[in-house]
């Protein structure tokens, strides 16, 4: 009998205990001017990008409305996806991120702009092997985590810096 009831908790134990909660990769098919936490914005529409490990996903030229105070796992743009805008609104939002990562390859354009007053926090240097616009509006303030960097190697690239921080 104490074997049995061992080995039921061993199985609960495993049965329970070994499921994470693992990454959501969440993909933008919103309209340009939609809300980062309106579902139907995103695939699949259950949610939106909003813990440690989610991760938004852009495949094209789109702005996004942002409104939240969220920390999710990254971002990433897929190939040729134009320039990608997150526009702060509200009181000044916060967008943490562990990193973001920007595809595409060859001359195609891949962009990325924070716009309005908010803040971005990443924790660790971005893969940014094609990204050929880097923005921060006026009134954003973007934290890169000690020691981590921005590699711009397209040519031509340009960085725009008119925020607060750096």
């Known amino acids: 009998m104490k074997t049995l009831i061992f080995l039921s908790v061993i199985a609960a ?18 309209s340009s001017g939609g809300a980062w936490t309106t579902k139907t914005n995103w695939s699949p529409s259950s949610g939106y990008p ?30 040729n996806s134009g320039a990608v805008i997150i526009s702060f609104t509200g009181t000044t939002p916060t967008l943490g991120m562990t990193s973001f990562t920007l595809g595409g390859g060859g001359s195609f354009v891949v962009q990325l ?3 309005g007053t908010g803040t ?14 880097f923005g921060i509006g006026a009134g954003t303030i973007f934290n890169l985590a000690s020691g981590a960097t921005i590699t711009m190697t397209n040519n031509p690239a340009s960085f725009s810096n008119a925020g607060t921080n750096f």
């Not at 969220?70 to 971002?75: C, D, K, Q, V, Y």
């Not at 971005?120 to 616009?133: C, D, E, G, M, R």
């Open 13 to 30: 134990i495993i049965w329970f205990g070994t499921g994470s909660a693992g990454a959501t990769t969440y993909t933008w098919v919103g």
């Open 50 to 79: 909003s813990t440690s490990s989610d991760i938004a996903s852009f495949n094209s030229a789109t702005t996004v409305s942002y409104s939240a105070n969220l920390t999710i796992g990254s971002i990433t743009t897929g190939y």
């Open 113 to 115: 702009t924070f716009t």
């Open 120 to 133: 971005v926090n990443v924790n660790s240097s971005p893969s940014t092997p094609y990204l050929t616009s």
